[in-house]
């Protein structure tokens, strides 16, 4: 463990890759609800390094043992798992961490707090939202008529980065100009080169995209999913999520997990069809 800080019975740190074991122990107590966070353990390890998807965690240890975990990405996107009286000590730690958190997506309890820290950072949430937090096992599954799906290629770079900016503009209604779009082509490169994003075309228009965000040895994080607005309504992002399902089953994973705005109705009902089933709710917050 490294920088240790006493704050009252609890101690603080930043966790590295000798304290995984214990790290994965904590999120293995609830293994659907940590499936962003292990997939990151799994994917990069758990000391702070560069890569696009990782950052740091942050540990609040009581009697030896830890009891709390925020996670802060490079993205500046925040995550948190624990009671409240062992993750508060945290956020003042992460306050004095080199990237501010502007997004967070976790748990409804730790929101108030959340919000306290971003308003004593000078930021105040412009987005403040109840997300349904949903999995898919292959016994829930929807097996529909199915969707021609493939793998982005490298000379789709272009298509697959403007849908992942209209869904961003969508969902967070972030203006176009204010979208890093060299960070998205970035994460979108080095996902088309690992085969990460899967999508269907019709002649040259991008028509459904979905996303492997993260995956652990057991599950995967979906993200990225879109359907062009001139076709929606038409069953594509049921089809299309039911039938990429069914591709990353047979690689090993037995889940998949998402998190949508709870009240994007449209979405809910083509998870829904495909066969996921609501878990928990999350609380999504963005600042200015």
């Not at 490294?2 to 740190?13: C, H, K, Q, Y």
């Not at 962003?36 to 740091?56: I, K, Q, T």
């Not at 996670?71 to 062992?86: E, I, Q």
């Not at 950072?121 to 292959?138: H, K, S, V």
Request: aromatic share 8%; with cysteine.
């Amino acid at each position: 463990m490294t920088s240790v800080t006493p704050a009252g019975d609890i101690r603080v740190s930043i966790l590295v890759d000798e304290d995984k074991a214990v790290l994965l122990e904590l999120l293995e107590q609830n293994k659907l609800e940590t499936v962003y966070l292990r997939s990151l353990v799994h994917e990069f390890g758990v000391s702070p390094n560069d890569a696009l998807g990782h950052g740091r965690f942050y540990g609040s240890w009581r009697n030896r043992k830890l009891q709390a975990v925020v996670f802060v990405g490079n993205a500046r996107n925040m995550t948190t798992l624990g009671h409240r009286n062992d993750f508060v000590p945290l956020l003042t730690r992460v306050s004095q961490g080199p990237y501010r958190p502007r997004l967070f997506v976790g748990p409804e309890e730790h929101a108030p707090d959340v919000r306290r820290l971003m308003f004593e950072e000078g930021m105040g949430p412009r987005l403040d939202r109840q997300q349904t937090y949903c999995i898919l096992t292959r016994d829930t599954l929807t097996r529909s008529e199915p969707l021609e799906l493939r793998q982005a290629t490298p000379s789709e770079l272009d298509r697959v980065v403007e849908s992942h900016a209209a869904m961003i503009e969508e969902d967070l209604t972030i203006p176009y100009a204010h979208l890093d779009l060299g960070r998205l082509r970035r994460l979108a490169k080095k996902r088309i080169q690992e085969g990460k994003i899967w999508i269907h075309t019709q002649g040259d228009e991008l028509v459904f995209k979905t996303e492997e965000i993260a995956r652990s040895a057991d599950a995967v994080l979906v993200g990225g999913v879109f359907t062009a607005s001139k076709f929606r309504g038409q069953g594509y992002a049921g089809r299309g999520m039911a039938s990429w399902a069914e591709h990353i089953f047979e690689s090993g994973v037995s889940t998949l997990a998402l998190h949508v705005n709870s009240k994007n109705t449209p979405a809910m009902g083509a998870y829904q069809r495909a066969g996921f089933r609501n878990l928990s709710t999350l609380r999504l917050i963005l600042t200015y």
